[in-house]
Structures are given as structure tokens and as C-alpha cells.
């Protein structure tokens, strides 16, 4: 009886792992055919500073596959991590940040709108990052101060002399540097001492709930009060109601980012944002 059990056991393993495997090798696939047909774009959600200006967006990933809903970025970024495509796709969102950026320069309205891009921890680590980098901020002619790539703790776990030196030979031209998902992963304080970084973010899982988790408010605060001995700024993402966000504000969270300023939407979507946003506060 127990024998059977077991054999039934290995054998649904297999199937599951047979199904598994298919369903990898076609979505490792499909995301190949994805990037030669250039299936990506980018949604813009806005960040806004302490004082209620605009301070511009994050830049979020989506796949848009031929006949299907948009795919979000945590259904497909580990995959292209594991083979290696996330390196061409975060080059062409580069690229595409940056062109964003020289749109964005050739009006006043929009000419002082920074964007925020996520760097996978493989791509940051290719020996030519920064070149490439550097050469696609020539050849679109962006400026290097309102781009802020966001790392996420997992480089850290890198050769973190070399992590630094890469820092610090953009910061040079003028990129700015966040560590994205403050707190949820191996984050040490000694590596935060070392990093010359511009900006931490507040993980939104500290967010969500701080109104009824003394321990998220405890975290938060602390987050906020290292920030400010380090002299960073500090962005929280998340924030979908008022309260959240009077928390922050009141602790001293310099830049807001949530639902409840807008959703990441498509650039023309978010253009008209821009619109409207600097005609309320225009009205004040
Ligand atoms: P992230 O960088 O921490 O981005 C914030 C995520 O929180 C985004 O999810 C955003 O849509 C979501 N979010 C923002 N405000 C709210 C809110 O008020 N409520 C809720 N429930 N969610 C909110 P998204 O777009 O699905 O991206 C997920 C993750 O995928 C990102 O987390 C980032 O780690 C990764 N990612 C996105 N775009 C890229 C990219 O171009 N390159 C790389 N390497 N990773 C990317
Ligand atoms: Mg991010
Ligand atoms: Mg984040
Ligand atoms: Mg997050």
C-alpha cells in the first residue's frame, strides 16, 4: 500500500514537473520572439515630492504579446533573468527612458520630469554596463540628472568594491542611484554606510498596512530616520490612501508613489496626467 502511494506520488512529481518544464521552454521562447518584435513598453507612474510638485515617474515594464492582456514584469522578468534576455529588454528600456527624457526637455511644462528605471541585478553587472549606459545617454542626448536607476538589494551581494566603483563612475555624469525594496532583502547597514547611493525606497509590504501594524510604522520610521542621517532621500511606494501617505509626510518621507497619485499608465495616458496635475496645482 505504502509502495503504491510512493510510485503514485514519483509519478505525479513527473507530470508536474513535465508541464513545468513545457510551460518553460515556451515561455523562454515566446519572450525570444518577444524581443526581436519589440513586444515591450513602459508605463510611467508618478512620483511626487513632499511639496505636492510633480517630480516625475517610475518606468515599469510590461509585455505587450500579440492577442493576449498586458503581462505584467513579475510573470516574466525571472525568466528572462535566467536567460539572460533581461539584458537586451533593459537595454531597449533604456534606451526608451532616455528618449522619453529629450521629449520631455523640448517643453517647459515637462523639462524638469525625472524618471526612475529598475536595473536588474545581471544586467548592472555586465563589465561594459556603464559604457553602454554612458553611450545611450550620448546618442539620445538625455540628461543624466533626472535618470535614477533603481538597484535592488541583490547587488549588493555582488564584489561590492566593484558595485561602488560602477556607482561612482555615473554619478560622476550625474545619475542618480536608489536601492528599490528598502528592508525586504539582505540589506546590512554597513553596505548602506559604503554606498554612495542618492535615494532608498520604502518597500510598499511596510506601507500597505501601517495603519494597523505598529511594527510597519516602527520600520518605516527607522527607515526614515537612517535616510536622514545618511542624507538620503527617501521614496514610499504603495501608498493608496490619504492616511499612508499623511504618516509619511508627517515622519518625514520626502517623495510619494502609489495609486492613490496614479497608476503606471502608458505614456500618452500619462502625459495628459501631466496635464492635469500642473493645472490643479497651477490653482492653488
Ligand atoms: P518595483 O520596482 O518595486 O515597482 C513597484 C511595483 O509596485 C510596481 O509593480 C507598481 O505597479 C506597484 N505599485 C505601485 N504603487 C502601488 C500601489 O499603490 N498599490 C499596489 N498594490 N501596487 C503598487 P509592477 O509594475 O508589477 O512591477 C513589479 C516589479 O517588477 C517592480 O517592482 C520591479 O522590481 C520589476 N520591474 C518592473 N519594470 C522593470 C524593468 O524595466 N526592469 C527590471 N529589471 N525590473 C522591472
Ligand atoms: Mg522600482
Ligand atoms: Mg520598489
Ligand atoms: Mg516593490
Redesign the pocket.
Known amino acids: 500500500q505504502a509502495k503504491t502511494s510512493g510510485r503514485n506520488r514519483v509519478s505525479i512529481f513527473n507530470t508536474e514537473m513535465h508541464d513545468k518544464f513545457v510551460e518553460r521552454v515556451s515561455l523562454g521562447d515566446r519572450l525570444k520572439s518577444a524581443v526581436n518584435n519589440y513586444e515591450f513598453i513602459i ?1 510611467y ?1 508618478p512620483q511626487v515630492n513632499f511639496d505636492g510638485k510633480l517630480k516625475g515617474a ?4 510590461r509585455w505587450q504579446s500579440p492577442d493576449q492582456e498586458l503581462i ?3 510573470s516574466f ?1 525571472p525568466m528572462a533573468e535566467e536567460n539572460g534576455l ?1 539584458i537586451p529588454i ?1 537595454y531597449w ?1 533604456l534606451n526608451t527612458v532616455c528618449q522619453q527624457l529629450v521629449a520631455w526637455q523640448k517643453n517647459p511644462q515637462t523639462l524638469e520630469l525625472c524618471i526612475a ?4 541585478a545581471l ?1 548592472f553587472r555586465q563589465p561594459d554596463f556603464s559604457n553602454q549606459l554612458k553611450k545611450i545617454l550620448l546618442e539620445t542626448g538625455a540628461n543624466p540628472h533626472l535618470l535614477t536607476l ?1 538597484l ?1 538589494e541583490s547587488v549588493l551581494l555582488d564584489d561590492l568594491d566593484n558595485v561602488i566603483k560602477i556607482i561612482l563612475d555615473l554619478r560622476a555624469i550625474g545619475v542618480r542611484f536608489s536601492i ?2 528598502f528592508g525586504t532583502g539582505y540589506s546590512s547597514l554597513t553596505y548602506l554606510k559604503r554606498l554612495p547611493l542618492d535615494e532608498i ?1 520604502i ?2 509590504s511596510f506601507v500597505t498596512d501601517l495603519m494597523n501594524d505598529p511594527g510597519d510604522r516602527a520600520i518605516i520610521r527607522s527607515i526614515l530616520s537612517l535616510a536622514n542621517s545618511l542624507s538620503l532621500n527617501v521614496t514610499a ?4 490612501l490619504p492616511e499612508q501617505r499623511d504618516f509619511l509626510a508627517k515622519e518625514g518621507c520626502s517623495t510619494f ?4 497619485y496614479g ?2 499608465t502608458a505614456i500618452d495616458e500619462f502625459n495628459l496626467f501631466v496635464e492635469h496635475f500642473s493645472a490643479a496645482s497651477n490653482a492653488h
Open positions: 508605463h507612474q517610475e518606468a515599469l515594464l505584467p514584469p513579475l522578468i533581461i533593459g528600456a528605471i529598475n536595473i536588474s544586467q533603481e535592488t528599490d525594496d525606497k518597500d510598499k511606494e504603495g501608498i493608496e508613489q502609489g495609486y492613490l497608476r503606471p
